[in-house]
Structures are given as C-alpha cells and as structure tokens.
C-alpha cells in the first residue's frame, strides 16, 4: 500500500480507456475529457475495459510518472452466492492485489 497525503486529490475514471495510451495520451484526455489538470499533482486513475488492470497517472513536478498493474482477485473466504446466502455477509471478503 503506498500511503497518500491528504492534501493529494485521487481522481477515478469510471469509464474505460483505450490501454495501448502512453502518459502523454492520458494527460490529454484527462485535459480533454475529465476537464482535470493533469500537471496539477492529482493522481489520476484509468482502468481497461475489463476492469482488471489499471493505470495511474501523476505529476511529480518534474514529469509525469505512469504506473499500471494487473488487479487480481484474492478469495479470503466464502463468496458470490454463499455470501447472499448467509444474509449478513458475516465472514465475507472480497479484495483486490
């Protein structure tokens, strides 16, 4: 986990963007579309189209740096249809590597 500042603003695309983009091309979409300052010092995350890898995007003040993984899925425990059928979700986890 890599802690935030609180001053720092993260801003999450919630549509899915074109993965074969460089920094360049999310700074200007980010411009374009989302109407964001890419130079502001936001962290700025884009996902692909299957939502299961990422791209973050940031100004460190002297370029932009661009960092992507692959999201997986790690099963901690009953889940899916054994969680509704518990009700509560009473030992349900789902998270994200």
């Known amino acids: 986990m890599i802690p935030v500042p609180p001053d720092v603003r993260v801003l999450i695309a919630t549509r899915p963007v074109d993965f074969r983009k460089g920094a360049d091309s999310l700074a200007a979409l980010a411009k374009e579309t989302l109407g964001q300052d890419p130079f502001s010092g936001a962290v700025l995350v884009f996902r692909s189209r299957r939502a299961d890898r990422v791209k973050i995007l ?3 003040g002297s370029g932009l ?5 692959a999201v997986r899925e790690v099963d901690a425990g009953p889940s ?16 994200l590597t």
Do not use: E, F, M, Y
């Open 58 to 60: 940031v100004w460190d």
């Open 80 to 95: 899916g249809a054994a969680c509704a059928r518990q009700g509560t979700g009473t030992g349900c986890k789902r998270g």
């Open 65 to 69: 740096v661009l960092v992507w993984d």
